[in-house]
Structure formats: structure tokens, C-alpha cells
């Protein structure tokens, strides 16, 4: 167990929809990264927070957006879905924002299904 | 853009086999990180590599980082069914992110 929480763990919904994935951070860890993994794509970096402020942007769509809260659990909002949105979601928490050896403990993922 | 390639995508041995992954790139990193990820799981760090030439064992499992830190390789001893899984390197820098490669997936036959 990382110690990182997603919830929900499936999730199953329709194209033009709006879902919202939440993560509870490692105790301790001021961080959350949020990560998309497509079947032929790998992990692909999407945003990170650190301590209640967006740190960085990678290939972010618009229809996407995140926020991390003062308790510092973290919610990925998806919208108008597309049937390409499909894939697992990842969140990932570390101590610090950056670093050489900045080390993350990722979640059991979200898997999202647009039908 | 700073690009991770692993090799091989896929790789099918016997229990008691030997073999190494690879994770290349053009691109200087400050650390070279190894997960595993299992079907259902996210993927679980196995070590961290921060000095070109680093060499760390982890039992059955013999991780390096090459001299000008743009590649790495992790090598299985004697593998196991339970080596089984997708083996993921990362390259960090000093900054945030993690750049991921696609993966090598692992099977072991008993």
C-alpha cells in the first residue's frame, strides 16, 4: 500500500459527460501529480500541485482542469468527454516539488470508460 | 521533448531465464527511476538511480545508470513468476515531472 487514495477505483461513463477523480495524498506529502495512462501511450504527465498551488502543466487538455484543496487532497475534473478519454488516471504524491530524488508513490488508479 | 525508449516492449521467458530491459535517451537526466506496475495497481518504485556509472542490486535485480546518465538498464537473475508485470523507467530532472518510458512487459513461464 502507497498510501496514496483514488477514488473512485472504476468508473463508467457516457461521451459529452463531466466526472470528477479525487486523490488523498500520502500523509505528510505536499505534492500531487495526476498522470494519464493510455493503453499504447504509457504514462503521460498531466499536472502537478504543491501545496495548494498548480506547480506544472505537461499535455493537459483545456476540457481537463485540477485542483488541490487545503487539506491537500487533490480532484482531476474531466469534461465533455470524448471516447479517447478513456484510460486509467493516476495520482502520485511526493514530499517535496522538486528535486533530484523526488521521489513518487503513486495510487491504484481511476479507470475511466467513455462509451 | 525529452524522450524515454525502452526495450524490449514485450519479452516471454522460462522460470530460470536471465534478462535485461533497456531505457535510452538522447537526453541527460538527473535521476533514472524503475517501477513495476501490476495489472490493477499503480506502478511501484524499485530504485533510484542518481550517479552516471551507479550500479544497485536489489536481490535477483541488477539496476545501472550509464556513465552520462542517458540510459540505464535492469537485469533479472534466475527469473521468477512473480517477476512477472509492466517494467517502467522514469527520468527525472530538478524540476517536477517525470518522464516516463512505454514499458517493457514481462511474462515468466513457470
Known amino acids: 500500500d502507497s498510501g496514496v487514495t483514488q477514488t473512485p477505483k472504476h468508473l ?3 461521451t459529452g ?4 477523480l479525487r486523490c488523498s495524498p500520502r500523509s505528510g506529502d505536499l505534492s500531487v501529480y495526476w498522470y494519464q495512462q493510455s493503453l499504447d501511450q504509457g ?3 498531466l499536472i502537478q500541485y504543491y501545496n495548494g498551488e498548480e506547480r506544472a502543466k505537461g499535455n493537459i487538455l483545456e476540457r481537463f482542469s485540477a485542483q488541490q484543496f487545503p487539506d491537500l487532497h487533490s ?4 469534461s465533455s468527454l470524448e471516447l479517447g478519454d478513456s484510460a486509467l488516471y493516476f495520482c502520485a504524491s511526493s514530499v517535496a516539488g522538486a528535486g533530484t530524488q523526488n521521489i513518487q508513490y503513486f495510487g ?3 479507470r475511466l470508460s467513455v462509451l | 521533448t525529452q524522450l524515454l525508449e525502452q526495450s524490449p516492449q514485450f519479452l516471454s ?5 536471465n534478462l535485461t530491459v533497456y531505457c535510452n535517451s538522447s537526453s541527460v537526466f538527473s535521476s533514472l527511476q524503475w517501477y513495476r506496475q501490476e495489472p490493477g495497481e499503480g506502478p511501484v518504485l524499485l530504485v533510484t538511480v542518481v550517479t552516471g556509472g551507479e550500479v544497485k542490486k536489489l536481490k535477483r535485480l541488477t539496476f545501472q545508470f550509464g556513465d552520462a546518465r542517458k540510459d540505464s538498464s535492469l537485469h533479472i537473475t534466475a527469473a521468477q513468476p512473480g517477476d512477472t508485470g509492466l517494467y517502467l523507467c522514469a527520468g527525472g530532472d530538478s524540476s517536477y515531472k517525470l518522464i516516463f518510458g512505454s514499458g517493457t512487459r514481462l511474462l515468466v513461464r513457470p
Not at chain 1, 459527460?17 to 470528477?20: E, I
Not at chain 2, 521467458?13 to 531465464?17: P, R
Open chain 2, 13 to 17: 521467458i522460462q522460470e530460470g531465464e
Open chain 1, 108 to 110: 491504484a488508479g481511476t
Open chain 1, 17 to 20: 459527460q463531466r466526472v470528477t
Open chain 1, 12 to 14: 463508467i461513463t457516457a
Open chain 1, 43 to 45: 504514462l503521460q504527465f
Open chain 1, 75 to 78: 480532484e482531476l475534473n474531466l
